[in-house]
Structure formats: C-alpha cells, structure tokens
C-alpha cells in the first residue's frame, strides 16, 4: 500500500495544475468597468439583431403573403420558402425514421447480449468487496458517511487513479 501524502499535498503522479481562471474568462459578468464591458456589449446587441432581424422579415413577410404589407413579396421568394420548408419536412421523417432504425437495432443488440452474457460471477463479487473495502478503509465505514450531513473534500484525498487497480492485483483478481 502507498504511504500517504499530507492533506493539501499534490500526489506525485500529478504534474501540472491549472487554476479555474486560466479555465474561464468572463469579463461581462466579472468585476471590471464598464468600458472594458462595453466592446462585449455592443457585440452581444449586434448578435441579437442579426439573430432576430431575419427571423422578423420572414414573420413579416409570411403574415402579408396576399396583400401589399411585410419586408418582401415576391412571387420566387415565397416559392423558394415552400421547397425550403418541404426539404426541412423531408429531412425530418428520414432523421426520424433513421433514429428509430438505430434504436431497434441498437434494442436487438441489447437483448443479444443480455442472453449471451457470461461473466465471473465470484470474480466480480471479490472485486466489489475489495472496493468497497478500499472505500471504507479510506472514508469510513458506510453507515457513517450516510450519515454526515456536509461533506468536505479535502484537496487530493480523493482515491488516486491506480490506487483500486493496484489493490486488484495485490488480491490476484486481474484487471483486463
């Protein structure tokens, strides 16, 4: 069994660590000025423009298809919409037929291996015995971990990535 580093110490397999603000930048949201948020302002406004502005015209334009109103009216437009919207329906059915082909396939496969399983059954209770021992012997036994109502995690005391296949092969029950 390893020795145990001190609690906050970094195991040794760990070689680089990255803080969560190298991970995110949120200037919008975070504690800047306003004109530093500027620049983001206006590119979110002029994204929401050009997101609502087509979808306007083409509402405007289907609402006002028999009379002079709306953005546009012309005949090859409207016509163009149809086969648009005609394709979208065409696409859609075979998506849908497609996904429904895959999931019984994918359920015929299920029940092809849920009939052919073969598997250890002692094998598998001697590892689930020595992880849940592992478990305990690391966190303490189950009734009290149930039983805590907060929970704190201290940095690096997690199970270490080798530590439960290592125990595997200590007890001689292989890791494939």
Do not use: C
């Not at 020795?3 to 800047?32: C, I, M, N, S």
């Amino acid at each position: 069994m390893s020795q145990r580093e001190p609690a906050g110490a970094a195991p040794d397999y760990l070689t680089h660590t990255v803080d969560e603000k190298d991970l995110t930048v949120d200037w919008f949201f975070g504690h800047h000025t306003f004109r530093e948020k500027l620049p983001q302002l206006l590119a979110a406004i002029v994204g929401w423009i050009f997101s609502i502005l087509p979808i306007w015209i083409t509402v405007s334009a289907i609402r006002h298809r028999y009379d002079a109103g709306g953005w546009w009216s012309y005949h090859e437009g409207f016509v163009m919409f149809e086969v648009t919207l005609d394709t979208l329906a065409i696409l859609v059915v075979i998506f849908i037929v497609g996904y429904l082909v895959l999931l019984l396939i994918d359920l015929r496969q299920d029940g092809w291996r849920r009939d052919h399983i073969s598997y250890d059954s002692e094998r598998l209770d001697l590892r689930l015995a020595i992880a849940e021992d592992l478990y305990a012997e690391k966190f303490g036994p189950e009734g009290e971990r149930l039983a805590m109502r907060d929970i704190r995690i201290e940095p690096y005391l997690d199970l270490e990535t080798y530590e439960l296949r290592n125990r595997y092969r200590d007890y001689d029950v292989g890791v494939e």
